[in-house]
Every structure is written in structure tokens, then in C-alpha cells.
């Protein structure tokens, strides 16, 4: 087979394996200072399995980019398709059953239930999604954050970095197809911080999840397939050029 033709058939199996497909998003908030263009017209495709670093200074639209990712904030204009659906064409009840099933989301600032312990933080959403055995399977996954001891305890009685791990727990325990961390490894001590990678990428590896992980962390972003930078509410790089280029070096 040619080059061009090779190049053609793997660009069209990538391109049928896409999992997470922003076309010129766009979103533009009010704010008590006036509208605000957050998302300026992001393109960016992530193919499944793909692990992704998401990096840019603070404020450049980042977390915000997640949020329209998982159908939790709607675009202005654009469109996006994530595991095969149109979020647009999604109500509230879908979007909700898509996040379900499909999601699995570390926020930047957590949002454990205060009224729950870190167990039932873990466990409720498991229950929701008609899992049996959600409670073995939540201690499991807090025993795998190295929180086995504090299964019990209540977010307020949790340090950063322990509140973090939790959310990390619920996050994969579900072992969603695309798992969106936003700065999973911001609160943690630099042991912890490479045991909550090593599970998120072991767990990629074993289930085919695709990773979209913000961070400020260099080695963390090293880790991953390429990395995105965003800078003002733009995609600076889309980090394919440097993928191809370190690809082309391994094959050489
Ligand atoms: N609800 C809102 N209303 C108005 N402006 C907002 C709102 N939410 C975010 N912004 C603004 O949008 C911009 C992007 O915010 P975002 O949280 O996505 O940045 P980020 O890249 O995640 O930054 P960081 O690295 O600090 O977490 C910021 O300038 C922020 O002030
Ligand atoms: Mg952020």
C-alpha cells in the first residue's frame, strides 16, 4: 500500500473512533461587568483511548472547556458530540443519562455531598446507575486512593488532598468510557499525586478509557498521548504536530 493511501485508510479508523468532538464552540457569559467570551471557537477531537493533557494559564477557558465537554454548561454556538451524541439535541433528563453512562468527572473544586460520607459519595452514584454491589465496589475504589481508613468520614473532615481522592474514586470506580479530571493532581503531595496517576492511566490501559486531564503539572502532561494548550479561550496547539513528530521518532 502507498503512504498516501495508509495515511488515508488510519486517518478514517481515527476519525471513526472519535469520542469527544467540539466543532468552533463557542460560550459567552454574562457577568455583572458585562458579557464575557470565555470559549472563542474551540475545534478539538479526542480519539478513544487517546490520554490528553490540557494545559494554559489560568483563566485561558480550561476548566470551562470541560464543562461544555460533559454537558454540564451549553454552548453559545457550536456543536459537540461526545460518544457518538449530540449533546445539543439532549434535554436536561438526557444529558443527565448520558453523564451517567458515559462520564466520569473530577472538578476542580470537588463537589463531594457534605451530607455524605466519602463511602456514600462514592457509592450513591453507582445505586443511581443500577450497580448491585455499589457500596463493595465504592470501598474498593477508596481503598484504591489509599483511603480505606476514612470511608466514614464526612468531606468536612477530609483534607484537600483527601477530598480530592474521593472525588477520583467516584469518578472511575464506574469505569466511565471518558473520565474529564480537572486538575486531578493539584492537592496532593508529589507520592500521592504519582499513585492517583499510575491508577488513572492503569485504569485507561485496562478499560480503553480516554483521559482528559487539566493540569499545571509538566510530568503529568508528559504522560499523556499529546497535550492541548488553551490560551484565551482558543486552542493554541492541539498537540498533534509534536505527537506525530515523537511517533515518527519511536519508528525510527
Ligand atoms: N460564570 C461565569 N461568568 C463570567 N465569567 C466566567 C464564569 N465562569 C468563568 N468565567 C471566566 O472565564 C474565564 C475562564 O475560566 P476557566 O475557569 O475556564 O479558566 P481555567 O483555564 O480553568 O483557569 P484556572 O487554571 O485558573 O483553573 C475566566 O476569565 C473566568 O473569570
Ligand atoms: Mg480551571
Redesign the pocket.
Known amino acids: 500500500m502507498s503512504k498516501v493511501q495508509s495515511d488515508a485508510t488510519s486517518s478514517k479508523t481515527i476519525a471513526d473512533q472519535i469520542i469527544v468532538d467540539l466543532d468552533d464552540v463557542h460560550l459567552r ?3 455583572g461587568a458585562g458579557p ?1 467570551n ?1 470559549l472563542r471557537g474551540v475545534n478539538l477531537q479526542v480519539g478513544r483511548g487517546e490520554r490528553v493533557g490540557v494545559v ?10 470541560m464543562m461544555v465537554m460533559a454537558g454540564l454548561e451549553r454552548p453559545s454556538a457550536g456543536r459537540i458530540r461526545v460518544a457518538g451524541r449530540d449533546l445539543g439535541s439532549l434535554n436536561e433528563d438526557g444529558l443527565a443519562r448520558f453523564r451517567r453512562d458515559h462520564v466520569g468527572i473530577v472538578f ?1 473544586a470537588f463537589h463531594l455531598v457534605p451530607t455524605m460520607t466519602a463511602l456514600e459519595n462514592v457509592a450513591i452514584p453507582l445505586e443511581f446507575a443500577g450497580v448491585s454491589d455499589a457500596f463493595d465496589r465504592a470501598r474498593l475504589g477508596l481503598e484504591a486512593v489509599g483511603l480505606g481508613h476514612r470511608i466514614h468520614h464526612y468531606p468536612g473532615q477530609l483534607s484537600g488532598g483527601e477530598q480530592q481522592r474521593t472525588a477520583l474514586a467516584r469518578a472511575f470506580v464506574a469505569e466511565p468510557a471518558l473520565l474529564l479530571a ?2 486531578p493532581t493539584g492537592n496532593l503531595d508529589i507520592d500521592t499525586g504519582a499513585t492517583i496517576v499510575k491508577l488513572l492511566f492503569d485504569l485507561a490501559e485496562r478499560r480503553g478509557t480516554t483521559l482528559v486531564l ?1 493540569t ?1 503539572d509538566p510530568a503529568l502532561a508528559a504522560r499523556c498521548d499529546r497535550t492541548v494548550r ?1 490560551a484565551d ?1 482558543r486552542i493554541a496547539d492541539d498537540g498533534q504536530s509534536s505527537r506525530r513528530e515523537r511517533v515518527r521518532l519511536a519508528g525510527e
Do not use: A, N, R
Request: proline share 5%; charged share 20%; no cysteine.
Open positions: 457569559l454574562d457577568s464575557v470565555i494554559g494559564p489560568s483563566g485561558s477557558g480550561k476548566s470551562t472547556m476542580q480537572d486538575e487539566i499545571h488553551l479561550g
